[in-house]
């Protein structure tokens, strides 16, 4: 077999070349740059991507064939990449101040998120009770969130105030019907709460929500 020049061959060497470069090239190399670990992962990952460059190589044999399959491939990995990046972005009241940050899936009669298969993004307005009722499913909302004011202040792009970096994921029961729901927590203090404080939240959902 003739050994080619393809898309994975050429990008496991220069993925390499510009990690061992960078670290060499720093002064104090643990202090600063990539770091010596991604360099042993970097170099792991262009070893494998060679591996599997010479079995597809091996198999298609033909020039032509080996080119659009390694193509095919990187595509779908960019693709896949790229769409655990999409976001949706909550908007609340610029009065707000601290407190929960709720959306409750699933809820019959509610109306739905705007999204669908193709949606990157979204901006949805929270009510200033904080609690968004939406008849879409858990597993079908967008898997990154951004929390923004009505007048378009991010919370995690202040330098102080407000943050919503603290969320977890939980569900309650409405009379044998199980409704997911994901929380944020914003406060000042980073991301500070506890499983009695999630509990509590719960049973005010329940009180409120399951009607």
Do not use: H
Request: glycine letters at 10%; aromatic letters at 12%.
């Amino acid at each position: 077999m003739k050994y080619r020049i393809t898309p994975f061959n050429v990008i496991a060497v220069g993925i390499n070349i510009y990690l061992i470069g960078d670290y060499a090239l720093q002064s104090a190399p643990d202090a600063g740059g990539l770091g010596l670990l991604l360099v042993f992962y970097g170099v792991g990952a262009g070893f494998v991507l060679l591996v599997l460059d010479v079995v597809i190589q091996l198999i298609a044999r033909e020039y032509k064939r080996i080119i659009p399959i390694e193509m095919l491939i990187i595509a779908g990995v960019v693709f896949w990449a790229a769409s655990t990046l999409r976001a949706k972005t909550l908007l609340i009241p610029d009065d707000f101040g601290e407190g929960n940050l709720t959306i409750i899936y699933g809820k019959e009669g509610a109306d739905q998120l705007p999204l669908g298969f193709f949606t990157w993004s979204y901006e949805v307005k929270i009510p200033k009770s904080g609690v968004l009722l939406t008849s879409t499913k858990f597993e079908d909302d967008l898997p990154e969130t951004k929390v923004k004011t009505y007048s378009k202040i991010d919370l995690d792009e202040q330098n102080e105030g407000l943050t919503s970096g603290c969320m977890y994921e939980s569900e309650m029961n409405c009379g044998g019907k199980i409704y997911k729901y994901r929380n944020w927590v914003i406060q000042k203090k980073g991301c500070e709460y506890s499983s009695q404080k999630a509990d509590s939240a719960r049973v005010i959902l329940q009180n409120k929500y399951c009607k």
